[in-house]
Structures are given as C-alpha cells and as structure tokens.
C-alpha cells in the first residue's frame, strides 16, 4: 500500500484566495506559486540583543534619546577633520 501525496494544509483565506489568484495570473499551478513563495522566502536575521536594534530594513544602535540637526552636522564636520 502507498502512501498519499504529502499535503500542506493552511486554514487561511487570505493565503488561499492570494495563491489562486497569483497561479491565474502567472499560468501556474497553486503548488507552483505556494512552492516559489516558500523558495523565495528569507526570515529576517535577529539583532543581538542588546547592542543592535531593527528599524525597518536597518540595524542601528539604539540612541540616547533625538539627534538634533545641529548635532548631527557637527559630527559630520568633526568626522571630516579627521581625514
């Protein structure tokens, strides 16, 4: 006796409704879609904790509070000065 095909079961709409439409659109089969999505798919890399901290598609160091234009400009003319 074989064993049926493996399966993914996903109890969303969205997905489901996404996934349909996007094999229409593209010619695809939803396994197709389903299985490229998944190929494509990067999990974001965490940030140490601590040190690091993500805003958007950056890691930055967290701050003491705003940064003032004045500040920021003085940092840079300091930083040109020193090369």
């Known amino acids: 006796m074989t064993r049926p095909a493996p399966q993914l079961n996903v109890r969303s709409r969205y997905a489901r409704e996404r996934a349909?439409?996007?094999a229409l659109s593209t010619g695809m089969t939803t396994t197709q879609v389903?299985?490229?999505?998944?190929?494509?798919?990067?999990?974001?890399?965490a940030a140490p904790p601590g040190k690091l901290m993500r805003r958007?598609?950056?890691?930055?160091?967290?701050?003491?509070?705003?940064?003032?234009?004045?500040?920021a400009n003085a940092a840079l003319e300091a930083s040109r000065g020193e090369r």
């Open 34 to 45: 389903v299985e490229e999505a998944l190929r494509a798919y990067t999990p974001p890399v």
């Open 20 to 22: 349909a439409m996007l």
């Open 56 to 71: 958007g598609g950056l890691l930055v160091r967290p701050g003491e509070g705003k940064v003032t234009l004045d500040a």
